[in-house]
C-alpha cells in the first residue's frame, strides 16, 4: 500500500458523493497509525474475504451451530451416474458414508482447523498492535518500517503457499502439519520477544512463511479425509476458522488501551494453538489417498479404519485401486503441472485465485467506512460490524448450500451478485438522479457485494481446487493457485489507490464490475461440478492417465 494520500480531482464522471468518500480515506489515512485499520483490512483476507471486528460471542456460536449442522446431517445415499469425458459432469456413485464415519472425522478436522485459526490470527493480530509496537520499538515516525512490519508476512506466506506443497507431496500431509508448526511458533515467540525492528519482522516473516504453508495444506488435508457427502460443508468450515482467528486477534487487542505492553501477549497467544496443532497431529491419522499413492497399503488400510470404520475399508480401498493409474505414477513435477494432461485443470485453479482477487473485495472493505459515513454513519464499530455481519453470515448460508446446490453453481450466484452490487455502487457515486438516496445505496450496495462475495467467491476456490485436481499433482496445484491469490494481493495492495486516483472510485468500481462478469462467463463455461463426487472420480473424469 502506498503511503500518500489521494489527491481529489476535479473529473467529469467524478461526483460529489465521489469526492465526499475520498476526502473520508484521505482524512482516515491522516490519523495516528492506531486508526490504520484500513491498510490492514485490505492485506487480512480469508481468502480474499477481508474481515472486521464484530461480536466475537456472536460469531463463535456461529460456528458453533455450523459445525453441529455439518455433524449433525445424515449423510444419504445416492447413485448416479457420468457422461462421456468432456460433457457436462453429473454426479458418479460416491463414498456411502455412515453418521458415524462423519463423527469420527470430526476430531481430525478440528485439529486441522487450528491451521485455519494461525492463518487468520497471524494476519489481524498486528491489526491493534501496530500502534502501540511502533512505540516500544521507536518507529513511530517511521511509517515505512511500520508498512514492512505489516506486510512482510504477505512476502512469507507467498513463500510457505509453495514451500507446503512440496513438503506435503514429500512427508505427508500430517507431518507437514508438525512441521508448519515450527515457523508458527518460532515467529511468534520472536514477535513476543522482539527488542529491534530486525527481529520483529524476521517473526513476522516466520509466521507468513507458516500461514502459507497452511494456506496449502489445511483445505488438501480436509478435503482428503472428509466423507464425499459433506465434504463441501467441511471445507467451508475451513474458512469460517480463518475468520474466527481474525475476528480473535481483533478482540485480543481489546486490553491493549489499558496495558500498552499488552501487544507482546497478543503475539505470544499464538504460541498456544501452534503447540496445540503439533501435539493433535501426531495423533491425527495420515491421508488414505497419499499413504496409498506412496505404496503404503497397509498403513493406507488402517487410516481408512481410524476415519470412517473398518466396515469402510474395502470400499474405499477399491476406490483408491480404480484410480490405481493416475496414483501409481511417480510423483509429478513443477512442470508437470503445465502438460496438456493437467494443464486445464491447473488454470482453472490459477484464474479462479485470480478472479477472485481482482473483482475487487480488498477495495470495498478499504473504502467501506468511508462509505458508510458518507451515509450519515460515522461509527467505524457500527461500519464494521455489518459489514462482518454479512460476510460470516454469507459463509454460514454458503456452508449449508455447498452439499446441495452446488460448487459451480453458488460460484456463478456469488459472481453475479457482485457484478451487480459493483454497478449499484458506480450508479451511487454518479448519476445525479439517485444523489438524494446516494449514500443509502452505496451502503446497500457494500453489504450486498460482501454477502454475494461470501457465497461462493470467497469459500468455493479452496474447497474446489483440492477436489478437481489429480492425487500426483493435488499439493503443489494447490500451492500454484494460492501462489497466484497472494501476488495477486500484494500488487493490488501496490498500486489500487495510484488506479483510483487516475481513474476515480466511480469508473475503478465499473472495472470490478466488468471482471466478475468474464468471471461468471468463465465459470459457465470451464469450471466442473464436484458435489456429491468422490476425488477419485473427479481425477479419472478431468485428469485420465496416459
Given at each position: 500500500m502506498q503511503a500518500s494520500t489521494f489527491t481529489v480531482k476535479g473529473s467529469v464522471g467524478f461526483g460529489l458523493q465521489n469526492r465526499r468518500i475520498l476526502q473520508g480515506v484521505d482524512d482516515l489515512r491522516s490519523r495516528n497509525l492506531a486508526r490504520k485499520s484500513h491498510r490492514m483490512t485490505e492485506r487480512i483476507s480469508c481468502f480474499g474475504v477481508s474481515m472486521v471486528s464484530t461480536s466475537m460471542g456472536i460469531e463463535l456460536g456461529r460456528a458453533r451451530r455450523t459445525v453441529q449442522s455439518v455433524f449433525g446431517s445424515s449423510a444419504k445415499a445416492r447413485s448416479h451416474r457420468v457422461r462421456a469425458s468432456g460433457e457436462?459432469?453429473?454426479?458418479?456413485?460416491?463414498?456411502?458414508?455412515q453418521g458415524q464415519s462423519s463423527a469420527s472425522v470430526l476430531p481430525y478436522v478440528g485439529v486441522a482447523c487450528l491451521g485455519a485459526i494461525l492463518f487468520g490470527y497471524h494476519l489481524g493480530v498486528v491489526n491493534g498492535a501496530l500502534e502501540y509496537l511502533a512505540k516500544d520499538l521507536g518507529i513511530v515516525e517511521n511509517t515505512v518500517i511500520q508498512g514492512w512490519i505489516v506486510s512482510t508476512v504477505l512476502a512469507g506466506a507467498f513463500v510457505g503457499s509453495?514451500?507446503?506443497?512440496?513438503?506435503?507431496?514429500?512427508?505427508g500431509r500430517t507431518k507437514t502439519f508438525k512441521?508448519?508448526?515450527?515457523?508458527?511458533?518460532?515467529?511468534?515467540?520472536?514477535?513476543?520477544?522482539?527488542?529491534?525492528?530486525?527481529?520483529?519482522?524476521?517473526?513476522?516473516?516466520?509466521?507468513?512463511?507458516?500461514?502459507?504453508?497452511?494456506?496449502?495444506?489445511?483445505p488438501l488435508y480436509i478435503s482428503e479425509i472428509s466423507p464425499t457427502e459433506i465434504r463441501g460443508q467441511l471445507g467451508t468450515v475451513n474458512q469460517l476458522f480463518i475468520c474466527i482467528g481474525i475476528l480473535a486477534a481483533l478482540v485480543a487487542g481489546l486490553p491493549l488501551s489499558g496495558n500498552?505492553?499488552?501487544?507482546?501477549?497478543?503475539?505470544?497467544?499464538a504460541l498456544i494453538p501452534s503447540i496445540l496443532l503439533a501435539l493433535g497431529m501426531a495423533f491425527s491419522p495420515e491421508s488414505p489417498r497419499w499413504l496409498y499413492q506412496q505404496g503404503r497399503i497397509s498403513e493406507a488400510e488402517t487410516s481408512i479404519k481410524r476415519l470412517y470404520g473398518k466396515e469402510k475399508v474395502a470400499e474405499v480401498m477399491g476406490?483408491?485401486?480404480?484410480?490405481?493409474?493416475?496414483?501409481?505414477?511417480?510423483?509429478a513435477g513443477w512442470l508437470d503441472l503445465f502438460s496438456s494432461r493437467y494443464w486445464k485443470v491447473v488454470s482453472i485453479g490459477a484464474a479462479l485465485f485470480l478472479f477472485q482477487q481482482l473483482a475487487g473485495i480488498n477495495a470495498v472493505v478499504y473504502y467501506s467506512t468511508a462509505v458508510f459515513r458518507s451515509a450519515g454513519i460515522s461509527s467505524?464499530?457500527?461500519?464494521?460490524?455489518?459489514?462482518?455481519?454479512?460476510?460470516?453470515?454469507?459463509?454460514?448460508?454458503?456452508?449449508?448450500?455447498?452439499?446441495?446446490?452446488?460448487?459451480?453453481?453458488?460460484?456463478?450466484?456469488?459472481?453475479?451478485?457482485?457484478?451487480?452490487?459493483?454497478?449499484?455502487?458506480?450508479?451511487?457515486?454518479?448519476w445525479k438522479v439517485l444523489a438524494p438516496y446516494s449514500g443509502t445505496l452505496a451502503v446497500l450496495g457494500t453489504v450486498l457485494y460482501v454477502l454475494s462475495f461470501s457465497l461462493g467467491a470467497g469459500p468455493v476456490p479452496a474447497l474446489l481446487l483440492p477436489e478437481i485436481f489429480a492425487s500426483r499433482i493435488r499439493a503443489k496445484?494447490?500451492?500454484?493457485?494460492?501462489?497466484?491469490?497472494?501476488?495477486?494481493?500484494?500488487?493490488?495492495?501496490?498500486?489500487?489507490?495510484?488506479?483510483?486516483?487516475?481513474?476515480?472510485?466511480?469508473?475503478?468500481y465499473l472495472g470490478f464490475a466488468s471482471v466478475c462478469l468474464l468471471a461468471v462467463m468463465y465459470i459457465a463455461g470451464n469450471v466442473v461440478e464436484t458435489k456429491g463426487r468422490s476425488l477419485e472420480e473427479i481425477e479419472r473424469e478431468l485428469s485420465p492417465a496416459i
Open positions: 457436462d459432469i453429473e454426479d458418479a456413485a460416491p463414498l456411502k458414508v509453495f514451500t507446503g506443497g512440496a513438503l506435503a507431496d514429500k512427508f512441521l508448519d508448526a515450527i515457523p508458527l511458533a518460532v515467529g511468534a515467540f520472536l514477535c513476543t520477544t522482539a527488542q529491534s525492528v530486525q527481529a520483529m519482522i524476521i517473526g513476522r516473516l516466520l509466521t507468513g512463511i507458516g500461514i502459507g504453508i497452511s494456506s496449502a495444506i489445511v500498552p505492553l499488552w501487544w507482546r501477549t497478543m503475539f505470544g497467544i476406490d483408491l485401486e480404480a484410480s490405481a493409474q493416475g496414483s501409481s505414477e511417480p510423483d467505524d464499530v457500527a461500519a464494521s460490524a455489518l459489514v462482518g455481519a454479512a460476510n460470516v453470515f454469507g459463509t454460514t448460508v454458503a456452508s449449508s448450500l455447498m452439499d446441495k446446490q452446488g460448487r459451480k453453481s453458488l460460484l456463478l450466484i456469488s459472481f453475479t451478485g457482485m457484478a451487480a452490487s459493483m454497478m449499484l455502487l458506480s450508479l451511487s457515486f454518479t496445484a494447490v500451492a500454484l493457485s494460492l501462489g497466484m491469490h497472494w501476488i495477486t494481493n500484494f500488487f493490488i495492495g501496490l498500486y489500487f489507490l495510484s488506479v483510483v486516483t487516475k481513474f476515480g472510485i466511480s469508473t475503478v
